[in-house]
């Protein structure tokens, strides 16, 4: 038999995890069977069963997904600048994740938030969602000590206390924009800037 090229295997699988997004952006994890999803991509169960054995895998690539875009991005910020300004990083950090999750036609962000609430009571979710999300603090806690460094934090300041708080101000964005619906992205950053920059620490 032929082989079947990579770009069509990747393929395949891209059009699943697209499916699943789109189900679970609008039904949620709960409601959302494999069935569902078999159905939404157009391919047969064996198909989408070769690739992946549960809803659990689905999360789990959807997560990873996201995240690999994010951290693409956060891994290219620090390589430009060396010491990036937290208040910068922050407001950048805040419109990555709005063009990242609605660039698409499913806003991937309501998918995060499931995730998270999927991780209370899911092991194998947690198991996915834990690193993914530890690896997304842990560059907020670089630019933190590379603004120790740079002076604009006190030098007695616990960098991953300040990644977390950065980190905080990014998933409020997300919340209120999807809760709220009232939160402007654009608005939302520059107002972090403000706030950043006007702390005593990053100002003096």
């Known amino acids: 038999m032929p082989r079947v090229p990579e ?18 952006a609008a039904n949620g994890f709960q409601a959302t069977g494999m069935a569902d999803v078999i159905a939404a991509s157009g391919l047969s169960a064996g198909a989408v069963y070769r690739y992946f054995r549960s809803k659990d895998e689905l999360i789990a690539a959807i997560v990873e997904r996201v995240v690999g875009a994010a951290a ?59 690193p993914a999300y530890r690896t997304m603090r842990g560059y907020f806690v670089e630019i933190a000590r590379r603004g120790q460094a740079a002076g604009r934090f006190p030098a007695d300041a616990d960098p991953l206390h300040l990644g977390a708080t950065m980190m905080s101000s990014v998933f409020g964005f997300v919340l209120q ?6 939160v402007d992205p654009a608005a939302y950053a520059a107002a972090l800037r403000v706030t950043w920059a006007g702390t005593p620490s990053a100002a003096g």
């Not at 069509?8 to 699943?16: F, K, M, S």
């Not at 962000?109 to 899911?122: C, D, K």
């Open 177 to 182: 924009r999807l809760l709220l619906g009232d």
């Open 7 to 24: 770009s069509h295997l990747a393929a395949r699988r891209d059009q699943i995890l697209d499916a699943a997004t789109a189900r679970f």
């Open 72 to 130: 693409a991005r956060f891994e290219q910020l620090l390589e430009d600048d060396a010491a990036p300004d937290p208040a910068e990083a922050v407001a950048a950090a805040v419109e990555m994740v709005a063009e990242l999750t609605t660039r698409g036609p499913v806003d991937l962000s309501r998918v995060a938030v499931q995730a998270w609430g999927e991780a209370l009571r899911n092991p194998g979710v947690h198991a996915v969602v834990d």
